[in-house]
């Protein structure tokens, strides 16, 4: 089997860990190829994975290169040329009337349009080349030239489509992320504002594909995707360009993706690769919790509390001053329950950024990935991640803490939503003495019984073949 992954998203690194997991755990003879946008991306992805089992490739901007070939020209440049820092400290400075005029968005609707095409030819020859069986995306909407044109060649090859679930997605998220400070939309994603023929025509052509009056992207990239015919029909959600196979966690997600226009034949629930290990950690969470009381010290006559420490932050949606505020507010609650509290951090946040904490607060960071101790905790706080979706398949109670974006888990009845981080206090004392939760509903609505076995990889192996 001969696998192209397209790596454009920090998440396509977890693709390529399912593809390796797939191969060595089952004995697959899988050849995987990534490709990236840029050398550095490239570089990057390398650094986290073992690049020797992978083959690199990096699109440039008229040419498909392989990794190793270009760490060895020194000449390539990877600052920016001096004409395209003049041109980014030009853009900045125009009046904002000029940057949305109708013959500026026409210009650079041209210059998407001539790329793309450009680059088509050259990715459909490479991938004929190739003669991959398989390509797998992290979305099928994101509309750059790379994952766009890969998508179209494989589709006019007839290579099937497969996006793995990596990630929870949320709408009025991405929404924010149009919005400037004050909760307006930019002009730039605005049918009429400022008014002018281009935006007016593009809102008659888009009006399908707008959510809450706002465009998903300048118009100039929509039209420029249209006439490529590499554009999604509701860009707002994963699923609704041109995949194959839309890969879900659970019944909830399964629902969620039909409500946002994802075909249903499309669909399937799969469940999500670190299932696995969070079902191992539930399976051995006696063997584990006392391997944590043992390595951190911490009392056997006390509550183990796992933190997922927000990642706010790093994710763009508050500044680092705010953030650190934040966590400050979070253990200055935790420390009133007198609980062992193990803090975990993202792979994406820098241990040395928040080291202070053990100093600072009865805490420890832990060593371990969360996915195999999560089923030892007796209670388990996060804020608005998917990991508390890993605690109620294990039966644990959690703690969903308010954060820069609404509660992602409105549908868990066992989740409790902690709206002031004041009453953190009370919410975790509760829960502490309460009695034990009712999860039935909640595993019905996660799909417990058909993702939650340890057999993510052979189910999604069964995919790949069919």
Known sequence: MKILVVCNNHNSINILRLCLKIRSKLDQNIQITAISPSKDASNDLCNKINSSELNFKVLLRNKIENLENLKKRTSIQTKKSFIRIFKDKLLKHFPKIILNSPLLYKIREIKIILQLKSQKRFILAFMKDHDFNLVLSQSDRTHDYLESNILFAAKSLNIKIILPFLAQY??????????????????????????????????????????????????????????????????????????????????????????????????????????????????????????????????????????????????????????????????????????????????????????????????IIADENLSSIIGASDIFIASNSSTSTWAVLCGIPGINIVGPIDNLFNHLESIQYVDDINKLSNTLENLIVSEPLNFSNDWKLLSKDEVFDGNFYSRFLQLMLN
């Open 170 to 363: 949320d709408i009025n998220a991405a929404l924010d992320y149009r919005k400037d400070d004050n909760g307006n939309i930019y002009n730039e994603y605005k049918p009429f504002s400022p008014p002018t023929i281009y935006k007016l025509v593009s809102y008659f052509r888009f009006r399908n594909q707008l959510y809450k009056n706002c465009f998903f992207q300048a118009p100039y990239l929509l039209n420029a995707h249209n006439k490529n015919r590499t554009l999604s029909s509701f860009p707002w959600w994963v699923g609704n360009g041109i995949s194959d196979i839309v890969c879900v966690d659970s019944q909830h997600s399964y629902d969620k993706y039909k409500k946002y226009n994802v075909k249903q034949n499309k669909l399937r629930i799969v469940g999500h690769a670190q299932f696995d290990e969070v079902f191992i950690s539930f399976k051995n969470k006696e063997i584990i919790k006392g391997n944590l009381l043992k390595k951190y010290k911490f009392s056997a006559s006390k509550k183990l509390i796992i933190l997922s420490l927000p990642q706010h932050a790093e994710q763009g949606f508050i500044n680092w001053e705010k953030h650190i505020k934040g966590i400050y507010d979070i253990f200055e609650q935790l420390e009133r329950s007198q609980s062992n509290i193990l803090v975990s951090i993202h792979p994406r946040q820098e241990l040395e950024n928040y080291s202070f904490l053990e100093n600072k607060f009865n805490c």
